[in-house]
């Protein structure tokens, strides 16, 4: 199993809007649980690699964009455990960018679907890659199912003080439906949609529990899954230099800057303690503090 440092560590961030608006803010440093297989990603996998492990497969096969920390995260598990990894990709083969880079080096095989047909997961196209790599212990893309969400839902037991909100990124709604089930109706959580049309993510969100004591915000994907605007890109390099965290444009700096936004128009009254998780992410090269990443690939 992949040892975890838990529990993670929980910083304050000290910034002059907070002062002025009378909040304080949390930041939940998950993407120091593991070196490699980092936040959230590495609480989904927890229960997955277990029963894959208990039931005796040798290979894991997922699905995700050609950006997914998800991949990524599966690509370095496998490595570290013994699994062969297999990614079906969204979209048509291109060069490696810096994320899928990395999974080959970790020894993940790829395979592309169109998009059309990765929107049909039971496509005859889909059907046919699993089963040439059957016998297979499949993930869903972004890892999403019930025992990543019994992971996730774990965290909240580290945060032993009083806060009143709790805020991560959402891309397929997993990370969310863990809080919110952790959280068993106490305090409030806010999801930060990375994608455009993510609506779709509260329909998620109630598979896996039956809480609402939640909500998505839909505004702050900056284009869509991967994409980034000058405004986010400026944010991002001004808050690494200020304190030092390392984001990332995908999901971190999308949730970062929402909550900075929301802070400044008063969304959350005087007095109020905020929490955001820092799910980690792999940085670009020549993104803030791509030096000092933990998202580290073999030799």
């Given at each position: ?8 560590p ?7 809007v907070?002062?002025?608006c009378?909040?304080?803010v949390l ?5 120091l ?6 936040g959230?990603k590495?609480r989904k ?8 492990k208990?039931l005796?497969?040798?290979?894991i096969?997922?699905f995700?964009?050609?950006y ?6 599966v690509?370095?598990?496998g ?9 079906i990709i969204?979209?048509?083969e291109?060069?490696f960018?810096?994320v ?7 020894g993940?095989?790829?395979e ?7 929107r049909?997961?039971d ?5 046919r ?5 059957s016998p297979?212990?499949?993930l869903?893309?972004?890892?999403t199912?019930h ?6 839902s ?8 009083d ?6 990124a959402?891309?397929t709604?997993?990370?969310l439906?863990?809080?919110v089930s952790?959280?068993a109706?106490?305090?409030?959580c ?6 455009k ?6 329909d998620?969100v ?9 909500c ?9 899954y991967?994409k980034t605007?000058p405004p ?17 444009p995908?999901?971190?700096?999308k ?6 936004d ?7 009254k ?6 955001l998780?820092h ?14 990443s933990?998202?580290l690939?073999?030799?």
């Open positions: 199993m992949l040892f975890g440092k838990l529990p993670t929980v910083i304050e961030i000290f910034d002059p907070f002062k002025r009378g909040v304080r930041v939940k440093r998950d993407d649980v593991h070196e490699q297989v980092q959230n590495w996998l927890k229960y997955n690699l277990l029963r894959a208990e005796g497969y040798k290979r096969v997922t995700g964009g050609a997914s920390n998800h991949v990524y995260a690509s370095a598990a490595w570290l455990l013994g699994f062969e990894t297999v990614a969204r979209g048509e291109r060069p960018n810096h899928l880079s990395k999974a080959v080096a970790f993940m095989k790829l592309y679907l169109s998009r059309r047909e990765y049909r997961k496509s005859p196209e889909a059907l890659l699993l089963e040439r790599y297979c212990y499949v869903p893309e972004g890892g199912n025992l990543a969400v019994e992971g996730v774990e965290l909240i037991a580290e945060l032993n003080f806060y009143d909100y709790i805020c991560c959402c891309g709604g997993g990370t439906a863990g809080l952790g959280l109706g106490r305090r409030y806010i999801g930060v949609s990375v994608l049309g993510g609506g779709f993510l509260l998620e109630r598979r896996f529990t039956s809480h609402d004591n939640y998505v915000l839909l505004d702050y994907h900056f284009g869509g991967a605007k986010l890109q400026n944010f991002i390099e001004e808050f690494v230099f200020r304190h030092g965290i390392p984001l990332e995908v999901y971190t700096g949730l970062f800057y929402a909550v900075y929301l802070v400044r128009q008063g969304a959350f005087r007095g109020s303690t905020i929490v998780l799910t980690g992410g792999i940085l670009r090269r020549g993104d803030p503090l791509e030096a000092r933990v998202a690939c073999p030799a």
